[in-house]
């Protein structure tokens, strides 16, 4: 535990860049890794949308979408309670994150018994064989596991190692899908097999890079497993919400209308969300600083990091208009069967720069350890979007099911920073009328 914590007070002892520009540089490899993360189905859209079908896109969405669904349950969201405790010096980090992945593990067999269970329910709704179901738990269970690895490499600072893993994932991922879909003719499966296969793979080598780096001890600790399950389980509420929000609209087209509306629509969805992408890297890279602002409660910090998120707020809103602007352009990679989702792009694109602002005050109320607010919103604001979808799909079709994306989006960040206010206080309005000196983060 003590060596842990004079490790990383050496690592950052010998770093003698300035904390802006730490900052300035992390951010550039958030940016950059997540893009190539994140645009994996943006990059292989025109490729794609001209070896699939929309039927058989849509097949793929919903695996994606089903993913995320059980990713929601895998390790019961665990793996935000590691990177909080990560600042904590008095944690072992090592045995919390052994026994953070001891939960993985008997979690994952509790939602793989409930796949089985809800299988033929679960085939009609996404078309999917019983098969890829199942092997969706286990990517599941895999991106748990890169998740760990990329948040201890984004405690410690090391975002060059997060970024390099992250781009080597995204290739292995992009890699394999070309080569099972366009070189073997292997079609939807092939684009499927693409993504588990990545995740296996990187899942495996991030446990061994864990345990090589001394960062995992393979024993089971009930303090800190009760410490984890009251951070992760009251967030999982948040986590359905959120997946009911980001992905509702795909689970009421496939049931309204068909997967080939799934697929038109989700093409469309994978362009207008870059907005998103580019959001969750800034905040990435903001996020250790503003935490530090909080633990050292500095009022002229908390001041600097309020004028900073109200400037973060108009770019966001400037980039989601601009970018819908690009629509009919940006369309013209896809192809003749998937030309009619201009304006599904222009609601989406304004919908991630609402869903970028959220997660810049989400931080506050992680930070205040209120997760159980945030999952009432969370849950609260998904199901009501899944009933406005519905609602909007009924009478607009596809466009329908932006508008009501959209629309949750700005919800949600309205409600979260209402709650962030509360959790934390802020000179949300004072920052504007009182000078900030002109000092270095």
Same mark, same amino acid.
């Given at each position: 535990?003590?060596?842990?914590?004079?490790?990383?007070?050496?690592?950052?002892?010998?770093?003698? @860049?300035?904390?802006?520009?730490?900052?300035?540089?992390?951010?550039?490899? /958030?940016?950059?890794?997540?893009?190539?993360?994140?645009?994996?189905?943006?990059?292989?859209?025109?490729?794609?949308?001209?070896?699939?079908?929309?039927?058989? /896109?849509?097949?793929?969405?919903?695996?994606?979408?089903?993913?995320?669904?059980?990713?929601?349950?895998?390790?019961?969201?665990?793996?935000?309670?590691?990177?909080?405790?990560?600042?904590?010096?008095?944690?072992?980090?090592?045995?919390?994150?052994?026994?953070?992945?001891?939960?993985?593990?008997?979690?994952?067999?509790?939602?793989?018994?409930?796949?089985?269970?809800?299988? =033929?329910?679960?085939?009609?709704?996404?078309?999917?064989?019983?098969?890829?179901?199942?092997?969706?738990?286990?990517?599941?269970?895999?991106?748990?596991?890169?998740?760990?690895?990329?948040?201890?490499?984004?405690?410690?600072?090391?975002?060059?190692?997060?970024?390099?893993?992250?781009?080597?994932?995204?290739?292995?991922?992009?890699?394999?899908?070309?080569?099972?879909?366009?070189?073997?003719?292997?079609?939807?499966?092939?684009?499927?097999?693409?993504?588990?296969?990545?995740?296996?793979?990187?899942?495996?080598?991030?446990?061994?890079?864990?345990? @090589?780096?001394?960062?995992?001890?393979?024993?089971?600790?009930?303090? /800190?497993?009760?410490?984890?399950?009251?951070?992760?389980?009251?967030?999982? =509420?948040?986590?359905?919400?959120? $997946?009911?929000?980001?992905?509702?609209?795909?689970?009421?087209?496939?049931?309204?209308?068909?997967?080939?509306?799934?697929?038109?629509?989700?093409?469309?969805?994978?362009?207008?969300?870059?907005?998103?992408?580019?959001?969750?890297?800034?905040?990435?890279?903001?996020?250790?600083?503003?935490?530090?602002?909080?633990?050292?409660?500095?009022?002229?910090?908390?001041?600097?990091?309020?004028?900073?998120?109200?400037?973060?707020?108009?770019?966001?809103?400037?980039?989601?208009?601009?970018?819908?602007?690009?629509?009919?352009?940006?369309?013209?990679?896809?192809?003749?069967?998937?030309?009619?989702?201009?304006?599904?792009?222009?609601?989406?694109?304004?919908?991630?720069?609402?869903?970028?602002?959220?997660?810049?005050?989400?931080?506050?109320?992680?930070?205040?350890?209120?997760?159980? $607010?945030?999952?009432?919103?969370?849950?609260?604001?998904?199901?009501?979007? $899944?009933?406005?979808?519905?609602?909007?799909?009924?009478?607009?079709?596809?466009?329908?099911?932006?508008?009501?994306?959209?629309?949750?989006?700005?919800?949600?960040?309205?409600?979260?920073?209402?709650?962030?206010?509360?959790?934390?206080?802020?000179?949300?309005?004072?920052?504007?009328?009182?000078?900030? =000196?002109?000092?270095?983060?």
């Amino acid at each position: 535990m003590k060596a842990e914590g004079c490790q990383s007070s050496r690592e950052a002892m010998s770093d003698n @860049r300035p904390a802006w520009r730490r900052l300035a540089e992390n951010a550039v490899i /958030y940016t950059v890794s997540n893009a190539a993360s994140s645009a994996v189905p943006f990059l292989l859209l025109p490729f794609l949308t001209r070896w699939l079908s929309p039927e058989e /896109y849509g097949l793929v969405t919903m695996y994606s979408t089903l993913l995320a669904a059980l990713g929601a349950l895998a390790g019961l969201s665990v793996h935000g309670a590691v990177s909080v405790r990560m600042f904590d010096r008095q944690t072992s980090h090592a045995r919390y994150i052994g026994t953070a992945l001891y939960i993985l593990g008997v979690s994952l067999l509790a939602v793989a018994a409930a796949v089985l269970l809800a299988s =033929p329910w679960l085939e009609a709704w996404s078309g999917l064989p019983a098969g890829w179901l199942l092997l969706a738990v286990l990517a599941a269970g895999g991106q748990f596991l890169v998740n760990i690895r990329l948040v201890v490499w984004q405690v410690e600072g090391k975002a060059l190692r997060y970024g390099s893993f992250q781009f080597l994932q995204v290739a292995v991922n992009v890699g394999l899908s070309l080569l099972l879909v366009a070189g073997l003719h292997h079609g939807w499966s092939g684009r499927l097999a693409g993504i588990s296969i990545a995740l296996y793979l990187f899942a495996a080598i991030g446990l061994a890079s864990l345990m @090589r780096a001394g960062r995992i001890e393979w024993r089971f600790d009930p303090e /800190y497993a009760r410490d984890a399950l009251r951070f992760g389980v009251p967030l999982m =509420p948040h986590a359905i919400g959120s $997946l009911f929000i980001a992905a509702g609209d795909r689970m009421i087209i496939a049931g309204a209308l068909n997967l080939h509306e799934v697929g038109m629509y989700a093409a469309a969805m994978q362009i207008g969300l870059v907005i998103s992408m580019i959001a969750d890297a800034v905040t990435k890279a903001l996020g250790p600083w503003i935490y530090k602002v909080l633990a050292d409660g500095d009022a002229t910090m908390k001041r600097r990091v309020v004028r900073m998120t109200y400037a973060y707020f108009a770019g966001m809103l400037a980039l989601g208009v601009g970018f819908g602007f690009l629509a009919p352009w940006l369309l013209a990679f896809l192809g003749e069967q998937y030309r009619s989702g201009a304006t599904v792009i222009r609601w989406v694109a304004l919908g991630g720069a609402f869903s970028g602002m959220y997660l810049m005050v989400v931080a506050y109320v992680f930070y205040a350890k209120r997760s159980e $607010l945030l999952s009432a919103a969370s849950l609260t604001i998904g199901l009501g979007n $899944l009933a406005l979808s519905y609602f909007l799909v009924t009478r607009h079709g596809a466009v329908g099911a932006a508008q009501a994306y959209a629309a949750s989006q700005f919800l949600m960040f309205v409600v979260v920073w209402l709650i962030a206010a509360k959790c934390h206080p802020m000179p949300w309005r004072g920052a504007l009328r009182n000078p900030v =000196p002109n000092q270095a983060i």
